[in-house]
């Protein structure tokens, strides 16, 4: 084994007085070594830095398992760092996208206002929770989230309920009775405008008695009682049979519901006393009711609502 | 279906609220099957006689 060592050496050294890479094909498969991994107290090939001649050098002038280099593994200026996590770092250190240090917008120096001009396809920035990363919102996702804002503040509203179905018959009682509720969801009516009440239609028959005929218009689920939150309400003189109409106008202006404030007529076939109505505090923004109330004046008789509509314009 | 009538009233004082076909209620409120049949001024439900009476405003309850 080493005498084919000497003669590859000899035979470098004789042939050229460099050793290089270029000139090692130039050697039989058999002039060269057959035992690659040397062992201690082996002897393997190097080349003498001065000269550039082949040399002999023993294993045990080379070191630990740091290799042909004489150095040992570590992270200190004297010693080789593993090449493996070199490797890693490097090609870390090239990355030109994907954010590899994950710098957040708010690290950075040089984001600059943009003033002049803004297109559908722009990007701004939100940020939902503190620490967390900023995301991306296009300016065609801002307008169409705008415009659903917008339209539900500013859009024209329109009421329109018709009720053509009778109420069932109030009979037996002498007590207020509700026959209708309309709920008037929140934001459906708009500011400044007026709420109509085409007609209101009732019918009646029994025996000579008044009948009270109350409209209320409350935030309350369940009818008030008595004239609380009342916007109209009629009395009819005694009459046997009756066919009772009325249409109102009210103003709906910065929080109030106006009404008439003197008596006014209605549509009936015996005369009728109205309760002045004047104003009172209105919310447009949320759900209210309207309830339509009968009281008869003899428990025997019978009253309904015919019908009723409302609009808003 | 034939709605039915009934009595809504105070549940703590008795009160007449009004009558109604439905059976929705306020918090304070409560049903009866009871109709008042003739005309009062301030009606109220007797819990113990089951009867509707009217109950006369004093001055001082006024004040």
């Known amino acids: 084994m080493l005498g084919n060592y000497k003669k590859w050496i000899n035979r470098i050294n004789a042939k050229q007085d460099v050793l290089t890479e270029d000139n090692v094909g130039e050697f039989m498969d058999s002039e060269l070594p057959t035992k690659l991994t040397p062992t201690s107290g082996d002897t393997v090939l190097g080349r ?3 000269t550039g001649k082949a040399v002999e050098i023993p294993t045990s ?3 630990g398992s740091g290799g042909g280099s004489g150095l040992a593994l570590g992270e200190t200026e004297s010693t080789a760092y593993r090449g493996d996590r070199g490797k890693t770092a490097y090609e870390h250190s090239i990355k030109t ?5 994950n710098t957040k917008v708010e690290e950075l120096t040089d984001v600059s206002g943009e003033t002049t001009s803004i297109t559908d396809t722009d990007v701004i920035l939100k940020k939902e929770v503190v620490g967390e990363l900023w995301k991306k919102i296009s300016w065609a996702n801002i307008k169409a989230n705008l415009k659903t804002y917008f339209d539900n503040l500013y859009a024209p509203k329109s009421l329109n309920i018709k009720v053509t179905t009778p109420s069932s018959y109030v009979t037996g009682t002498t007590s207020e009775t509700e026959v209708l509720k309309i709920e008037i969801p929140a934001n459906s009516i708009s500011d400044n405008s007026f709420l109509n009440m085409p007609i209101l239609y009732l019918s009646k028959i029994g025996t000579n008695g008044n009948m009270n005929i109350k409209g209320k218009l409350s935030t309350s ?8 939150d009342q916007i109209f309400g009629y009395t009819n003189v005694p009459s046997a049979n009756l066919s009772f109409g009325m249409n109102r106008i009210y103003i709906i202006s910065e929080g109030v519901i106006k009404g008439f404030p003197f008596p006014v007529s209605a549509f009936s076939s015996s005369a009728a006393n109205l309760n002045s109505f004047g104003s009172k505090a ?3 923004t949320v759900t209210n009711y309207l309830y339509v109330s009968i009281q008869l004046a003899n428990s025997a008789d019978q009253a309904r609502l015919e019908g009723i509509q409302l609009t808003n314009s | 279906m ?3 009538l009934k009595t809504v009233i105070d549940k703590e004082t008795g009160q007449e609220l009004r009558a109604q076909f439905h059976d929705q209620l306020a918090e304070n409120e409560m049903l009866i099957e009871a109709l008042r049949t003739e ?5 109220y439900w007797d819990f ?3 009867v509707f009476y009217d109950k006369i405003i004093t001055n001082e309850e006024n004040n």
Do not use: K
């Open chain 1, 48 to 50: 003498d830095s001065l």
């Open chain 1, 61 to 63: 002038s080379l070191g």
């Open chain 1, 97 to 101: 996208t994907g954010n590899p240090h």
């Open chain 1, 221 to 228: 689920p369940t009818m008030p009682s008595a004239g609380t």
């Open chain 1, 282 to 284: 209105f919310d447009r």
């Open chain 2, 2 to 4: 034939e709605e039915i």
């Open chain 2, 39 to 43: 005309p009062m001024e301030n009606p």
């Open chain 2, 48 to 50: 113990a006689n089951e």
